[in-house]
C-alpha cells in the first residue's frame, strides 16, 4: 500500500516537472519573440537617446574653453545732435534696434568701440573750444554696460576736446565705472598706450595709438608692441588713423600696419575716416582699417550711415573672423538685412587688398586662418 502511494507521488512530481518545464520554455519563447520584434527598436530609441545628449553638450560648433572672443564697433560719440536726440531717455531708445536676439555680440569676452570724446564730470564742456567738441556725462556712458561693453580705446583726435582737465576726468571716470580703455591724445606713445587685461587666465594687451594730426613714433609703437607681444598672450591694436570718408586705404596706413603686425600685432582695428574701409590678412593675421560709425550723427550720407562689427574669436591654432554692418538711422544703428549685406560684404571685399579666395570668403561673412605655431 505504500508503495502504490509512493509511485502516486513520484507520478504527480514527474508531471509538475514536465508541466513547469513547457511553461518556462513556452514563455521564454514568447519573451524570445517579444525581444526580436520590440528589442532592436528599444535599442535603437536608447542609442538616438544617447547621442542626442551628447551632441546637446557638445555640439560640434562649441568654442573650445580657452577661446577668446571679441567684438569691436567704430566710432562711438554720444554729444551734439546725438545728445540732442538722447535728451531726457535712456540710450535703449537708440539701441533697441540690437538688443535681445539682435544683441548678436553677447558671449564675447571683450566688447570695444572707438570713444570719440572726453567723459567728463556732468559731461562738462572745457576750454580751449572747438569746432567739434565733444563731452559726454559718465551716467550715459554706463549705460553701455548694459550691452556687454567693457572696453574703449580713448586714442583720437577728439580725446583733447576738453583739455587736460578732460582727458584726467576721462581716465578718473572710466576707471571709476569699471570700464577697461587704452590710449593717450593723438600722436602720443606714453604708461596709458597699454591695457592689460586678464580673460580666461589668458592676459591680453590691448593697445590705442593715434595718428590724425601727427604720426606717432613708430618705432615706439613697434617696441610697445614688441614688448607686449613677449609679456601677454594677445596684443589687439587699435589705431586711429586714415583719410575721412574715403573707403580705400592708403598706403601710408598700409605700410605702419604692417610694420606693428611684424613687432607681434596679433589683430588691427581702425578707425576715424567715419566711413568703412576695406581689409586684409597679413602674415596670416588681419587689419581693418576702418570700422566706420557705430554711433553718430552724420546723417549726411549713406556711406556715413553705414558700420560694421568684426568679431573675433581666437584660438591657440586657428582666428575665426565674423563681419556684422550695421545700417544707422539718425544714430540708431540696426542689423543689415540679408539683401543689404549681401550689397555690402561685395562692397567691403572690393576696398580691401584680397585675392579670389579671401573675396569670397568676406562675401561669406566668415573668415577662418591657421595661426602658426609661435604665434
Given amino acids: 500500500m505504500w508503495k502504490i502511494k509512493f509511485q502516486k507521488a513520484e507520478i504527480l512530481i514527474?508531471?509538475?516537472?514536465?508541466?513547469?518545464?513547457?511553461?518556462?520554455?513556452?514563455?521564454?519563447?514568447?519573451?524570445?519573440?517579444?525581444?526580436?520584434?520590440?528589442?532592436?527598436?528599444?535599442?535603437?530609441?536608447?542609442?538616438?537617446?544617447?547621442?542626442?545628449?551628447?551632441?546637446?553638450?557638445?555640439?560640434?560648433?562649441?568654442?573650445?574653453?580657452?577661446?577668446?572672443?571679441?567684438?569691436?564697433?567704430?566710432?562711438?560719440?554720444l554729444d551734439r545732435h546725438v545728445?540732442?536726440?538722447?535728451?531726457?531717455?535712456?540710450?535703449?531708445?537708440?539701441?533697441?534696434?540690437?538688443?535681445?536676439?539682435?544683441?548678436?555680440?553677447?558671449?564675447?569676452?571683450?566688447?570695444?568701440?572707438?570713444?570719440?570724446?572726453?567723459v567728463t564730470d556732468n559731461g562738462a564742456h572745457y576750454a580751449p573750444a572747438n569746432a567739434y567738441d565733444f563731452a559726454f556725462p559718465p551716467e550715459r556712458i554706463a549705460e553701455l554696460k548694459a550691452y556687454g561693453f567693457n572696453y574703449f580705446t580713448s586714442a583720437n583726435n577728439h580725446f583733447s576736446d576738453q583739455g587736460q582737465i578732460g582727458v584726467e576726468e576721462t581716465r578718473k571716470n572710466l576707471s571709476e565705472l569699471g570700464f577697461n580703455y587704452s590710449g593717450s591724445t593723438d600722436a602720443k606713445i606714453d604708461e596709458y598706450s597699454r591695457k592689460d587685461v586678464i580673460v580666461s587666465n589668458q592676459k591680453i594687451a590691448m593697445i590705442g595709438l593715434s595718428m590724425v594730426y601727427n604720426?606717432?613714433?613708430?618705432?615706439?609703437?613697434?617696441?610697445?608692441?614688441?614688448?607686449?607681444?613677449?609679456?601677454?598672450?594677445?596684443?589687439?591694436?587699435?589705431?586711429?588713423?586714415?583719410?575721412?570718408?574715403?573707403?580705400?586705404f592708403s598706403k601710408h596706413q598700409q605700410n605702419i600696419g604692417r610694420s606693428l603686425i611684424e613687432a607681434g600685432a596679433d589683430a588691427i582695428i581702425g578707425h576715424h575716416p567715419h566711413v568703412v574701409q576695406g581689409m586684409e590678412i597679413y602674415q596670416g593675421k588681419p587689419i581693418f582699417y576702418s570700422l566706420g560709425n557705430f554711433i553718430f550723427d552724420q546723417y549726411f550720407s549713406e556711406d556715413t550711415q553705414e558700420g560694421l562689427s568684426v568679431g573675433l574669436e581666437i584660438?591657440?591654432?586657428?582666428?575665426?573672423?565674423?563681419?556684422?554692418?550695421?545700417?544707422?538711422?539718425?544714430?540708431?544703428?540696426?542689423?543689415?538685412?540679408?539683401?543689404?549685406?549681401?550689397?555690402?560684404?561685395?562692397?567691403?571685399?572690393?576696398?580691401?587688398?584680397?585675392?579670389?579666395?579671401?573675396?569670397?570668403?568676406?562675401?561669406?561673412?566668415?573668415?577662418?586662418?591657421?595661426?602658426n605655431s609661435n604665434q
Avoid: C
Fill in 14 to 77: 514527474v508531471a509538475f516537472i514536465v508541466l513547469g518545464s513547457f511553461f518556462i520554455i513556452s514563455r521564454y519563447r514568447y519573451l524570445a519573440d517579444d525581444f526580436q520584434q520590440y528589442g532592436s527598436e528599444v535599442l535603437s530609441n536608447h542609442q538616438a537617446i544617447l547621442s542626442s545628449q551628447t551632441q546637446w553638450r557638445l555640439p560640434e560648433n562649441a568654442p573650445a574653453d580657452n577661446d577668446l572672443r571679441f567684438y569691436f564697433f567704430g566710432d562711438l560719440m
Fill in 215 to 248: 604720426d606717432f613714433d613708430l618705432e615706439a609703437a613697434e617696441k610697445l608692441i614688441e614688448t607686449a607681444s613677449l609679456e601677454t598672450d594677445l596684443v589687439i591694436v587699435n589705431i586711429h588713423w586714415g583719410t575721412e570718408y574715403q573707403h580705400q
Fill in 315 to 371: 584660438s591657440p591654432a586657428t582666428t575665426t573672423i565674423f563681419f556684422q554692418p550695421l545700417k544707422s538711422e539718425k544714430a540708431a544703428p540696426r542689423l543689415m538685412t540679408a539683401v543689404e549685406k549681401t550689397k555690402f560684404l561685395e562692397k567691403f571685399s572690393s576696398w580691401s587688398q584680397a585675392d579670389s579666395d579671401l573675396e569670397m570668403k568676406i562675401k561669406s561673412g566668415r573668415i577662418d586662418l591657421t595661426r
Fill in 83 to 118: 545728445g540732442e536726440r538722447l535728451a531726457g531717455q535712456p540710450l535703449s531708445y537708440l539701441l533697441s534696434n540690437l538688443d535681445g536676439a539682435n544683441k548678436f555680440w553677447a558671449e564675447a569676452d571683450i566688447v570695444g568701440a572707438n570713444l570719440e570724446g572726453a
